[in-house]
């Protein structure tokens, strides 16, 4: 139950953040729409493929799946830090860094 508040929580600001950087990048509004509908759409097909793999799979194959799940949030968490330095470096000292 917490897992499915802490998804649900998360995911309305991260559709947002997805959105604001798509209308930014000026896409087309139909492609904007298709992509935030890709996006809303593959975390409940995520979490129905974990429940499905994860009722029948080996002890390893479910680490295997839960490194992956944990090295893909350090990865972009990582990815996020490395772009706000820049950004705070190039507006800091007038460069591209």
Request: glycine share 12%; proline share 4%; charged share 10%.
């Amino acid at each position: 139950m917490a897992l499915t508040v802490a998804i649900c929580a998360h995911k309305a600001p991260a559709a947002f953040a997805v959105g604001s950087k798509f209308v930014r990048s000026g896409m087309s509004r139909p492609l904007i729409v298709l992509c935030v509908a890709a996006f809303a759409c593959v975390t409940p097909l995520g979490i129905g493929v974990g429940i499905g793999v994860g009722s029948r799979a080996s002890p390893m194959l479910t680490l295997v799946f839960e490194g992956l799940a944990a090295g893909t949030f350090i990865y972009i968490g990582r990815a996020v830090q490395v772009d706000s330095i820049k950004t705070r470096v190039e507006s800091a000292y007038g460069f591209n860094a």
